[in-house]
RNA sequence: CGGGGCGUCGUAUACCGGUAGUACAUAUGCUUUGGGAGCAUACUGACUGGGUUCGAUUCCCAGCGCCCCGACCA
């Protein structure tokens, strides 16, 4: 991707936030905000959540099938279960629905989707041989946040994956549920938030009467405060957190969450598959929840220096920011053309900064970009390129040759 | 939802009861070219509604918006 038209505006007098996601985000040109916990994903923004949502997906088809859900749902079926009074729900209707003398014009804004997917599965899965099964979405979701805050970390509106599993008992159940456990770390683990990710404990709030987990990534920025015990690893939500020593305290904000729904929602709508004698049952349901946004602002808050973001290289939106100097020199910039074609050929995502402007900038650029490999072609580096280490700082001048074997 | 703060060019900010300055950005020209360049010129602004006042961007009230603290967060 050539710099010069991609639509990328840095700005390095870009207002300061409390929250550093939000600054660093919206220095770089990552987002823009539109209103509070709103917020356009940019292009390169967008790169990155694309990453995450890679990753997420393909470690959830090891669990289900993929499919979209509207966002907008009749009321009816919030209705239904009576979630209709949960505060953070948003309410929309049709502009003109009054003008035309409609009053059933009420539409949900989908905060979830267990309103959406029940009703759904019920249509077509009814036999004890269908089951287990699993889908999951990723979808912006909306949720009327009294205060939404701290850039991507609490929005009004965000993007979620939602996974829905359907078992026959409870054993079934919660057998998917270990196995949703371990998805979630690994998805955690090649973000670069394996060790930081603890899955702790909670109750388990409106879904259900139980216990649920939530993954909570220590950060401290974070708006939870979870107590990690200090030999078992085992941790705890602090509205659940048990009496005793030998915990320690974190600040960590919770990027995923999996609830043991059981049949609260097959029975709000009377969900049941035939057994194998002939006989209704109700259906035992899991929820599963990543917030992709939130982790995009949770990466920043943990991988930043004062320059700007560090990504890891599993979700930059690009592996190399190629740096061309002395852009008066026709055969200095016919000599970063050639390394971009190079590096286009080898399959490496590059943003070519292509632009008429001083060596300063550029770095400045790259750093706040927190693109992993800067690799700078100028008059000093001849037949070679320079490459700096986003991350350690080492600068090695070597054949791009070798740097693209190196990375690859 | 309670409390606090703040609304000024596209962005970030300053000053002021007598119509507003700077920086960045943008445009043009020249110079510059390894850590967010320099000079010159140009362009652009007081959230909305009421009130006080000879006069309000400034003071007061209300609304709206944003930020922060708390509560909340299925």
């Given at each position: 991707m050539k710099y010069s038209s991609y639509f990328l505006k840095t700005n390095k007098d870009a207002k300061a936030f409390d929250s550093i996601n939000a600054t660093l985000l919206q220095k770089g040109g990552f987002i823009d905000q539109v209103m509070s916990g709103v917020y356009t994903f940019l292009p390169i923004g967008l790169r990155t959540l694309n990453k995450i949502e890679r990753i997420v997906r393909e470690e959830m088809d090891t669990l289900g099938s993929e499919l979209l859900m509207p966002a907008l749902s009749p009321v009816e079926l919030w209705e239904t279960t009576g979630?209709?009074?949960?505060?953070v729900l948003f309410e929309a209707r049709g502009a003109n629905d009054a003008s035309r003398k409609r009053n059933d014009g009420r539409y949900i804004l989908n905060s979830t989707h267990e309103e959406i997917i029940t009703p759904l599965a019920k249509k077509n899965r009814l036999?004890?041989?269908?089951?287990?099964f699993a889908v999951y979405q990723i979808q912006t979701k909306f949720r009327n946040e009294e205060r939404a805050k701290s850039g991507l970390m609490r929005g009004r509106e965000f993007r979620m994956k939602d996974m829905y599993s359907f078992h026959t008992s409870e054993e079934d159940l919660l057998a998917f549920y270990d196995k949703a456990k371990d998805a979630y770390m690994r998805v955690f683990t090649r973000l670069g938030l394996g060790d930081s990710t603890k899955i702790t404990k909670a109750s388990g709030g409106d879904f259900t009467s139980g216990f649920s987990h939530e993954f909570q990534t220590i950060c401290e920025s974070g708006e939870d405060v979870i107590y990690v015990h200090n030999e078992t690893g085992e941790a705890f939500n602090k509205e659940v957190a048990p009496e005793g020593d030998g915990f320690s305290q974190h600040n960590a904000s919770e990027v995923g969450n999996i609830f043991p729904l059981n049949t609260k929602f097959s029975k709000a709508f009377d969900y049941t598959y035939t057994d194998a004698t002939g006989k209704p049952q109700l259906v035992y349901m899991g929820s599963y929840g990543i917030g992709t946004s939130r982790l995009m602002g949770v990466l920043v808050e943990k991988f930043h220096d004062d320059k700007g973001i560090i990504w890891p290289t599993s979700v930059a939106p690009f592996t190399v920011y190629l740096a061309s100097l002395n852009r008066d020199d026709s055969a200095t910039v016919a000599a970063a053309d050639a390394v971009y074609e190079e590096l286009m050929r080898a399959g490496i995502e590059t943003l070519y900064d292509?632009?008429?402007?001083?060596a300063g900038a550029k770095f400045a650029d790259a750093d706040l970009l927190g693109i992993p490999y800067r690799v700078v072609v100028s008059k000093k580096t001849g037949g070679n390129v320079e490459v700096v280490s986003r991350t350690t700082g080492e600068v090695e001048t070597q054949s791009l040759t070798t740097f693209i074997t190196q990375i690859n």
């Open positions: 979630r209709t009074g949960v505060d036999s004890y041989k269908d089951f287990p292509d632009r008429d402007m001083g």
